[in-house]
């Protein structure tokens, strides 16, 4: 319950913001293909051009890259959370530590698998 409420809560405050980072980074160069499809400049991407990339687009870019790493900067402190939480909570605290640890791989599973869903 706790990651689920987490993760919402992360995905609330962080879309709005990427997708305005996005759209806003993005209005120069629509304007550039406009320009390009219309015939008054060419489009030829200049290394000094490619190394503006904003930060939203080159995490967007390294996430695509690297799918892996990715997975497992998130699981690492996904579990981490889960597992303290799992200690923690009034319900589990009293639990046998191999049940705790199974409550946290399943919730961590759940996790792994809405966030790659979302990549």
Known sequence: MFARILSRRIAAATAPVAAGAIYTRSQPLLAKE??????QSQLVASPAE???LSMVH??????????FKTVIGTAVPMYLAIFAHESTAEATRNMPFSQRLIHTRVYGQVGIVAVRKGL
Not at 34 to 39: I, L, P, R, V
């Open 34 to 39: 406009k320009q390009h499809a219309a015939g």
């Open 50 to 52: 490619e190394g503006e």
């Open 58 to 67: 080159r995490l967007l870019n390294f996430i695509a890259d690297n799918p």
